[in-house]
């Protein structure tokens, strides 16, 4: 069965910059895109951008494109999504989403990131 | 500001139905067939229940469905059952330049 496990709670200060994992297992990883979709406490979902887990190639959401880079390591099934020079406005639960053909069709569980002095 | 429109909350009492508007522009809805609804419990991942705007995942029940008319999706859920209290997503692909955008959500209470 499709899976998508990703890394854990994250606490960090105004300024850096944070890596999430999304692994994935119970297909063929380069079959699909992977999107990130971040939700701030008490808000909706936001799209982030979306990531070829075949080519490499990348679309950001114009807000995150200076800020957000995705990557992946296909020999291991997982993508990353990386935030630099952390807000406090970025604290949120950040998830990875499957792509099957224009809608998301798995969802991992979240990673918390909390952005703080 | 999202860019899909959605009233903040919808209620309905069990056995009723409620419909849940998503309303964008001939940009995003008005131009494309693929809008799809999530569904979201507190904590929780959401949850994909409708997607190319009608068409439903296997194991989401048919009480569930969905439709689109010009620039404006809808999300139907009829024989409202106290565990279809969430809130609900639309979200739609676009030809600007964010590839994908969502609604704000709408929070379904069953009374």
């Known amino acids: 069965q499709v899976q998508l496990v990703q890394s854990g709670t994250e606490v960090k200060k105004p300024g850096a910059s944070v890596r999430v994992s999304c692994r994935a297992s119970?297909?063929?990883?380069?079959?699909?895109?992977m999107h990130w979709v971040r939700q701030a406490p008490g808000l909706g979902l936001e799209w982030m951008g979306r990531i070829n887990l075949d080519s490499g190639g990348t679309n950001y959401a114009q807000k995150f494109r200076a800020r957000v880079t995705m990557t992946r390591d296909p020999s291991i099934a997982t993508a990353y999504m990386e935030v630099k020079n952390l807000k406090v406005d970025d604290t949120a639960v950040y998830y990875c989403?499957?792509?099957?053909?224009?809608?998301?069709?798995?969802w991992g569980q979240g990673t918390l990131v909390t952005v703080s002095s | 500001q999202s860019a899909l429109t959605q009233p903040p909350s919808a209620s309905g009492s069990p056995g009723q139905s409620v419909t849940i508007s998503c309303t964008g522009t001939?940009?995003?809805?008005?131009?494309?067939?693929?809008v799809s609804w999530y569904q979201q419990y507190p904590g929780k991942a959401p949850k994909l229940i409708i997607y190319d705007v009608s068409e439903r995942p296997s194991g989401v029940p048919d009480r569930f469905s969905a439709s689109k008319s010009g620039n404006t999706a809808s999300l139907t859920v009829s024989g409202l059952q106290p565990e279809d209290e969430a809130d609900y997503y639309c979200t739609s692909y676009t030809d600007r330049d964010d590839f994908v955008v969502f609604g704000g959500g709408t929070k379904l209470t069953v009374l």
């Open positions: 989403a499957r792509d099957e053909v224009n809608y998301f069709d798995f």
């Open positions: 119970g297909y063929t990883f380069t079959d699909h895109y």
């Open positions: 001939s940009r995003d809805i008005g131009a494309s067939n693929y």
